[in-house]
């Protein structure tokens, strides 16, 4: 047995060490030696066997993949490409060695899943995370390619990578088995109503529609073995405490609050996080009247859900929202009137409201305040909004300078790569941290290219807005005529809203989201059209003004950033109008774009 284990670990045929097996066998009585030697026996052959299998699938001679641009590069042999020694990081994919400690650091989904494959072959770790198999993203791959293992070497290392998904006690998702969630990741789980109209059918987001960003898998956590940690902080006052669960909803008064994230609006309820940290020696109120200093800037959330090295997913807010008094930090254990569910952050979630879900730590297990942000929060690295002269080539560049400062490129040879093009240095001083988000709008209906009946006088237009930090909406505005001219919406707000200001005025604690919709007139001239008997195309926009009188841009390249974040361009929408089709009739459009594809399933590119 030990020498069949022995043979197949090292994926080879015949070896020294099968001989040194049999070798051992003189030291003792005749009945083991027996034994030693059939086991020999059948490790020599299993290695034998495995040995035809490798040279039927395989040519040692030449590197892997056959025909392929970098077959040009060299051959780096299986102990170099294992040895652990080195602090670079390499991984192998379809037979191509590849250096990607540089692009460590821009790894939205941090280093250590990286780190992992380290000395292994990626594909295995790619048949969990499936959203990572594109195109555009093996073309990234290829940028950090540094040479080939030969096709035997490849297929070695490929039969020893082991990678099992630990995605094995997720939660049960009825609406995605009934094929009501757009899921554009499975592991980790990240879903969304498969149909945007959804959003409008209510005002609160049923709690098994509402949107799940995770990042890892979800944690099973016991209640009654649940503690929320609180650091210790003395500047701040803070003595290292734990809480029950039981402390959290017994001990404390319940506050409730209705927020929206991206795609949904819920009524949270739980104990403001000032209370927590008064409760653990924080003068919660001198600091928020500033008759003293808080002791720290910022306040790190640390979640219970860790990935497979056991790395946690953290977030921060700045103090000054989780003291606020009318900053309705909370930490939820309700949604929409029942238990905290799974996918949303059993048994403890941050609801920082009016701040980036991504700020809204789940299955919170630890709170610290202190002067830097924690280096679990991915976010501080990443979720910046850089100038648009910033490109793909200097941001890794600037997230890699720590790793591998000596192979950035100077600028002058980014100006002639991109022929012309925007490139410049980053500068971190003018590329802010994310907290809140920009006004936006989305429209809801009608859906993205559906068709509808040219028999009609008006298009039904409905959908959701909101503004970042509380702002709130003023109005929402729908064009049929390309922008041309625009019309205000009827809105539909928080009725249950108290004492927060109007959105005007400019006080902030708008947290929820706003619900529009109008019989948008159809213009004179499409009319005509249809009267013709003419099938006509059409583009639908919305935008959206906050509170501060903030409206979205009408192009996605006003607020262009070289990583995406806080794009807030006017909602559109592509819709036919057939006069041939009887009034309220529709054709459904195609099937949306996969997860990472360009493609409608009418075969039409993803840009209207």
């Known amino acids: 047995v030990n020498a069949t284990r022995l043979a197949r670990s090292q994926s080879i045929g015949y070896t020294s060490r099968n001989l040194a097996v049999v070798a051992c066998a003189s030291q003792y009585n005749d009945a083991s030696r027996s034994l030693l030697y059939v086991g020999a026996a059948a490790g020599i052959a299993a290695s034998l066997m495995f040995a035809s299998q490798q040279r039927a699938e395989c040519d040692c001679e030449n590197p892997a993949p056959r025909g392929h641009p970098a077959s040009a590069l060299p051959n780096i042999s299986y102990e170099d490409f294992k040895d652990d020694s080195r602090d670079n990081i390499w991984v192998t994919m379809d037979g191509g060695v590849y250096d990607v400690t540089a692009f460590l650091d821009a790894h939205p989904g941090g280093t250590s899943r990286i780190e992992m494959v380290n000395g292994q072959d990626l594909a295995k770790f790619w048949a969990v995370y499936q959203l990572h198999d594109r195109p555009h993203i093996r073309a990234l791959l290829e940028e950090y390619r540094i040479g080939n293992l030969t096709s035997c070497d490849y297929l070695r290392v490929k039969h020893?990578?082991?990678?099992?998904?630990?995605?094995?006690?997720?939660?049960?998702?009825?609406?995605?088995?009934?094929?009501?969630?757009?899921?554009?990741?499975?592991?980790?789980?990240?879903?969304?109503?498969?149909?945007?109209?959804?959003?409008?059918?209510?005002?609160?987001?049923?709690?098994?529609?509402?949107?799940?960003?995770?990042?890892?898998?979800?944690?099973?956590?016991?209640?009654?073995?649940?503690?929320?940690?609180?650091?210790?902080?003395?500047?701040?006052?803070?003595?290292?405490?734990?809480?029950?669960?039981?402390?959290?909803?017994?001990?404390?008064?319940?506050?409730?609050?209705?927020?929206?994230?991206?795609?949904?609006?819920?009524?949270?309820?739980?104990?403001?996080?000032?209370?927590?940290?008064?409760?653990?020696?924080?003068?919660?109120?001198?600091?928020?009247?500033?008759?003293?200093?808080?002791?720290?800037?910022?306040?790190?959330?640390?979640?219970?859900?860790?990935?497979?090295?056991?790395?946690?997913?953290?977030?921060?807010?700045?103090?000054?929202?989780?003291?606020?008094?009318?900053?309705?930090?909370?930490?939820?254990?309700?949604?929409?009137?029942?238990?905290?569910?799974?996918?949303?952050?059993?048994?403890?979630?941050?609801?920082?409201?009016?701040?980036?879900?991504?700020?809204?730590?789940?299955?919170?297990?630890?709170?610290?305040?202190?002067?830097?942000?924690?280096?679990?929060?991915?976010?501080?690295?990443?979720?910046?909004?850089?100038?648009?002269?910033?490109?793909?080539?200097?941001?890794?560049?600037?997230?890699?300078?720590?790793?591998?400062?000596?192979?950035?490129?100077?600028?002058?040879?980014?100006?002639?790569?991109?022929?012309?093009?925007?490139?410049?240095?980053?500068?971190?001083?003018?590329?802010?941290?994310?907290?809140?988000?920009?006004?936006?709008?989305?429209?809801?209906?009608?859906?993205?290219?559906?068709?509808?009946?040219?028999?009609?006088?008006?298009?039904?237009?409905?959908?959701?807005?909101?503004?970042?930090a509380g702002r709130g909406i003023c109005r929402v505005e729908v064009s049929l005529d390309g922008g041309k001219t625009f019309s205000a919406c009827e809105l539909i707000k928080d009725e249950n809203k108290k004492d927060a200001p109007n959105p005007e005025q400019g006080m902030g604690r708008n947290w929820a989201w706003t619900q529009f919709y109008l019989d948008a007139p159809i213009p004179p001239e499409i009319k005509e059209k249809l009267k013709k008997g003419e099938k006509v195309e059409m583009s639908v926009y919305s935008k959206a003004i906050d509170g501060d009188f903030n409206a979205q841009p009408q192009e996605m390249s006003h607020g262009w950033n070289v990583l995406g974040i806080c794009v807030n361009h006017w909602s559109k929408v592509l819709i036919k109008l057939d006069p041939k089709l009887k009034k309220g009739a529709t054709i459904a459009p195609p099937a949306t774009p996969m997860p990472g594809s360009p493609w409608w399933g009418d075969g039409t590119p993803n840009k209207p």
């Open 160 to 468: 020893e990578t082991k990678f099992d998904s630990y995605y094995v006690n997720e939660p049960h998702r009825p609406q995605a088995e009934m094929g009501q969630l757009r899921s554009p990741s499975t592991h980790p789980w990240n879903s969304e109503p498969k149909t945007l109209a959804r959003l409008t059918d209510t005002f609160f987001t049923p709690n098994d529609l509402f949107f799940v960003r995770n990042h890892n898998h979800v944690p099973t956590v016991d209640a009654e073995d649940f503690v929320l940690e609180i650091e210790e902080n003395e500047n701040a006052g803070i003595k290292a405490t734990t809480f029950t669960l039981e402390d959290i909803m017994t001990k404390f008064d319940k506050h409730e609050v209705i927020s929206a994230f991206a795609i949904g609006n819920a009524k949270w309820a739980g104990v403001r996080v000032r209370d927590i940290l008064a409760a653990s020696g924080m003068p919660v109120d001198d600091i928020a009247l500033g008759k003293r200093r808080p002791g720290g800037k910022i306040v790190n959330f640390i979640g219970l859900d860790v990935d497979e090295t056991g790395v946690p997913y953290g977030g921060v807010i700045p103090v000054e929202k989780a003291l606020d008094p009318f900053g309705d930090a909370i930490l939820a254990y309700e949604m929409n009137g029942e238990t905290l569910p799974r996918d949303h952050g059993y048994p403890l979630r941050l609801l920082a409201p009016g701040h980036a879900g991504c700020r809204n730590v789940k299955w919170v297990g630890t709170i610290s305040v202190t002067e830097n942000p924690s280096e679990l929060d991915s976010g501080s690295r990443l979720d910046r909004h850089f100038a648009p002269d910033i490109n793909w080539q200097s941001h890794k560049d600037h997230v890699s300078k720590d790793r591998c400062p000596t192979t950035l490129i100077p600028l002058s040879e980014h100006y002639k790569a991109d022929a012309g093009n925007n490139c410049a240095p980053v500068r971190v001083d003018q590329g802010p941290v994310i907290q809140t988000l920009p006004v936006q709008s989305i429209i809801c209906t009608p859906a993205n290219r559906i068709t509808l009946s040219g028999n009609t006088e008006t298009i039904p237009v409905s959908g959701v807005a909101w503004s970042g």
